[in-house]
T-cell receptor
Framework: SQQGEEDPQALSIQEGENATMNCSYKTSINNLQWYRQNSGRGLVHLILIRSNEREKHSGRLRVTLDTSKKSSSLLITASRAADTASYFCAPFNGLGNDMRFGAGTRLTVKP | EAQVTQNPRYLITVTGKKLTVTCSQNMNHEYMSWYRQDPGLGLRQIYYSMNVEVTDKGDVPEGYKVSRKEKRNFPLILESPSPNQTSLYFC????????????FGPGTRLTVL
């Protein structure tokens, strides 16, 4: 099965700065999804990027995908304190029930 | 409002006392799944269901049962809970596995004494 591995495990920045989180995976994918989780709450879907896409935007979020390196990155621009959360990637290769979450990146945005 | 609901949200119980955590979605989704989340381990899938009467094991199914008699409901059953099942549990649903976003419930925090 395929699991995304997020890096770094934890990230602390000041409000207004950009935050970049990375995700690596091992096999070819159909798509890769990013989710956010506020402390103790359910995950919320952020972006889905398909294997034939290289970049996708949603508001202050920018996701890139490099299938040759089997990696993806999530960039949050002009971060806010409300962006403080854990972020997870979930690669999906289209086979079986292959959508696994890693341990996530814990982002702290200081006001 | 499109949502996944779970009940109860919090539960403290004792070893061996059977319990059920309910999960319901109102989006007519075919795919539903259960996860547990433990510190440092991320989310691990317990069971999933591709459709009514179709269920399968995830990565950590031991000690759990599920059923999918109706499309909207996917209860998680702990026949004889043990302290190592103390965790935060999430139910999720989506149109299909992997190709679309998953909608997560608010979570159930279970403590087994």
């Amino acid at each position: 099965s395929q699991q995304g591995e997020e890096d770094p495990q934890a990230l602390s920045i000041q409000e207004g700065e950009n935050a970049t989180m990375n995700c690596s995976y091992k096999t070819s994918i159909n798509n890769l999804q990013w989710y956010r989780q506020n402390s103790g709450r359910g995950l919320v879907h952020l972006i889905l990027i398909r294997s034939n896409e290289r970049e996708k935007h949603s508001g202050r979020l920018r996701v890139t995908l490099d299938t040759s390196k089997k990696s993806s990155s999530l960039l949050i621009t002009a971060s806010r304190a409300a962006d403080t959360a854990s972020y997870f990637c979930a690669p999906f290769n289209g086979l079986g029930n292959d959508m696994r979450f890693g341990a996530g990146t814990r982002l702290t945005v200081k006001p | 409002e499109a949502q996944v609901t779970q009940n109860p949200r919090y539960l403290i119980t004792v070893t061996g006392k059977k319990l059920t955590v309910t999960c319901s979605q109102n989006m007519n989704h075919e795919y539903m799944s259960w996860y547990r989340q433990d510190p440092g381990l991320g989310l691990r899938q317990i069971y999933y269901s591709m459709n009514v009467e179709v269920t399968d094991k995830g990565d950590v199914p031991e000690g759990y049962k599920v059923s999918r008699k109706e499309k909207r409901n996917f209860p998680l059953i702990l026949e004889s809970p043990s302290p190592n099942q103390t965790s935060l549990y999430f139910c999720a649903s989506s149109l299909d596995r992997g190709k679309n976003e998953q909608f997560f419930g608010p979570g159930t925090r279970l403590t087994v004494l």
